[in-house]
Each structure stands twice: as structure tokens, then as C-alpha cells.
């Protein structure tokens, strides 16, 4: 099974600054179609997780490009230029090239 | 506007049995991989399980593999989850989710197994 690891486990940011988290896997990402299988979500207070990031470094519809995905083989960045107070919560890195796994969660919170 | 509803959580006894059912709206639902997930009360994400467009594929959490039976119904839109010798550590909520990447998740519906 692929393990994921995220750290830190938590960031608390002062509004405007930038935050950074990272995602590592025990196995290699890279699928032979030449896609890399690796997504971030952010599940805010009380709400269900949604998708930011997918294949890495592509944004979702509606995310703000604030928000930036980097990474390759088995480390991974997401990385969010100024962070504003509605990015509170918990991100989650996930792979996807075998099943699914996600890491154990980020929580951010502000100063 | 993509909508996925949960519902069929309750409180039950180890043991027991559920089945959970996801309403899909808003999309054409026999075209997508289909996901259920779960957390449990102040914890992170667990996947549970997936299946193909058209049901013909399906895998699973080790948690859960040869107690969970997922299902797809194209004509009603609809994901299930069945779900067998529940166990207390099968508590959590749980969401559906749709295609390969989870774009797309539910409100989740509550499930509590205890006795």
C-alpha cells in the first residue's frame, strides 16, 4: 500500500504571508501514461473536502491561483502565495495511481 | 450544478448490517467512476471504496474488504454502499464522491455502530 506523509501536521499564518505544505509517498507517482497522481483538497470547518489541486499542479475550477501545486515523483508541495483567512482548515494530499490514499491532513489556522 | 446526496446513516449494533445510498444529479452519472469515503468523528479521510463507470470494476479499503459491497444503479442515478458485520471502528461519516479525482463530494450521511 502507498503511504502518504504530510508535514507539518499544523500551521497557524498570519493573514497575507505564505504557507507551504508538504506531501511525500512511499512509492513513485509517476503513472506510464505520464500523468502524476497526486491531488489536494482543503475540507474547511464543518464542510466536506473539495478538490484545489489535481495531477499535481493543475487548479480546479473556481480555486484562486493564490493556491500552487509543485512536486514530482514521490515530494510534493502546495503552496498558497498569501494566505486570507476563508483558507482555514484541514488539507489533505491524496494519491491516485494505485486506489486511493490520503495523508493524515494538514490544519492551518490563522494568528 | 453537480449534486451528490448521502442518506441511510443510523445507529446499529456491532454486527449489523446498512445500506448507504448516494443520489447523483446535475452530471451524466453512468459516465464516471464513482467513490466512497469516510471519516471518523475528529479524524482525517479514509477511501472505502470505488467503482467503475459501469459497476463491471470494483476495489477496496483492506478495512473493509469482504464486509463492504459497493453498487451502482445508472438508470436511478444512484451509489450504494452495503455494508456488513459492522464493526466500532466502522463509525464515521461517510461520503460519496464522484470521478477519478473526487472532484465532487456529498454532505455525507452519519453512521454509528454501537451497541
Known amino acids: 500500500d502507498i503511504v502518504m506523509t504530510q508535514t507539518p501536521l499544523s500551521l497557524s499564518v498570519t493573514p497575507g504571508q505564505p504557507a507551504s505544505i508538504s506531501c511525500k509517498s512511499s512509492q513513485s507517482l509517476l503513472h506510464s501514461d505520464g500523468k502524476t497522481y497526486l491531488y489536494w483538497y482543503l475540507q474547511k470547518p464543518g464542510q466536506s473536502p473539495q478538490l484545489l489541486i489535481y495531477e499535481v499542479s493543475s487548479r480546479f475550477s473556481g480555486v484562486p491561483d493564490r493556491f500552487s501545486g509543485s512536486g514530482s515523483g514521490t515530494d510534493f508541495t502546495l503552496k498558497i502565495s498569501r494566505v486570507e483567512a476563508e483558507d482555514v482548515g484541514v488539507y489533505y494530499c491524496m494519491q491516485g495511481i494505485h486506489l486511493r490514499t490520503f495523508g493524515q491532513g494538514t490544519k492551518v489556522e490563522i494568528k | 450544478e453537480v449534486q451528490l446526496v448521502e442518506s441511510g446513516g443510523v445507529v446499529v449494533q456491532p454486527g449489523g448490517s446498512l445500506r448507504l445510498s448516494c443520489a447523483a444529479s446535475?452530471?451524466?452519472?453512468?459516465?464516471?467512476?464513482m467513490h466512497w469515503v469516510r471519516q471518523a468523528p475528529g479524524k482525517g479521510l479514509e477511501w472505502v471504496s470505488l467503482i467503475s463507470w459501469d459497476g463491471g470494476s470494483t476495489y477496496y479499503a483492506d478495512s473493509v474488504k469482504g464486509r463492504f459491497t459497493i453498487s451502482r444503479d445508472n438508470s436511478k442515478n444512484s451509489l450504494y454502499l452495503q455494508m456488513n458485520s459492522l464493526r466500532t471502528e466502522d463509525t464515521a461519516l461517510y461520503y460519496c464522491a464522484k470521478d477519478g479525482r473526487l472532484s465532487y463530494w456529498g454532505q455525507g450521511t452519519l453512521v454509528t455502530v454501537s451497541s
Open positions: 446535475g452530471f451524466t452519472f453512468d459516465d464516471y467512476t
